[in-house]
């Protein structure tokens, strides 16, 4: 069994302007988590960001939603996960994923951050590319230009519904996730969508 799950990071950009936008998929998700379990997430100044402490099972998990905006998620994870000693294998970072279609949801452990700068900053400061992913799909759109204006959209009503759908699935398989079973959520996660779908037009 792989080390529990002390840290869930998710990814966006703090603010009503972007709260429906595809960037924040990661928070849409820690959201879904606190309300399921109770939680309530509070403004930590120390750590950049919003926190949340929650039960699963026998595991406390302490879910954070950096303020710090996409570009340096990194200052908010790392401030947290040094102020707790946290290791890099004992946290995950859900974020937004242009290279998967909207409805599909994948978990990775280490890599590169593939282009995506919350990633890159994590990695750079927690110095360690050995921290878990969970990547819900948001798809691309047809020009690599659009990409920025693409991710701080909000997606269409259709997309939306298939990114909930993804999300609830995620956090089906969450106890098994904060307990280090990734391994087993990984395959189960990873046969229910796989086929490829037609990039949204924007």
């Known amino acids: 069994m792989s080390d ?28 879904r988590v606190a309300d399921a379990l109770g939680g309530q997430f509070r403004t930590e100044t120390r750590f950049l960001g919003q926190v949340c402490e ?15 905006f996409m570009n340096r998620s990194g200052q ?9 000693r946290i290791p890099a294998e004992r946290v995950l970072v859900v ?11 994948r978990m990775k452990t280490g890599g590169g951050p593939g282009g995506h700068n919350g990633l890159k900053d994590v990695i ?23 990409v920025l204006s693409f991710v701080l959209k909000r997606p269409g009503s259709e997309e939306r519904i298939l990114i909930d759908e993804a999300i609830r ?3 089906a398989e969450f106890a098994e996730i904060v ?9 189960r996660l990873h046969t229910r969508k796989d086929e490829p779908v037609t990039p949204p037009v924007d």
């Open 54 to 68: 929650v039960l699963v099972g026998p595991h406390k998990v302490r879910l954070l939603k950096p303020t710090t």
């Open 76 to 84: 908010s994870v790392a401030a947290l996960a040094r102020f707790y």
């Open 4 to 31: 529990t799950i002390q840290l869930v990071a998710g990814l966006g950009n703090p603010g009503d302007k972007y709260a429906a936008t595809r960037h924040n998929a990661g928070f849409w998700f820690l959201d």
């Open 95 to 105: 974020h937004d994923e242009l290279d998967l279609p909207p409805g599909v949801v």
């Open 179 to 187: 307990a280090g079973k990734l391994m087993v959520v990984m395959n």
């Open 124 to 146: 750079a400061h927690l110095g360690d590319r050995g921290f878990h992913r969970m990547r819900l799909g948001i798809g691309r759109p047809r020009a690599s230009s659009q």
């Open 169 to 171: 699935d995620a956090h």
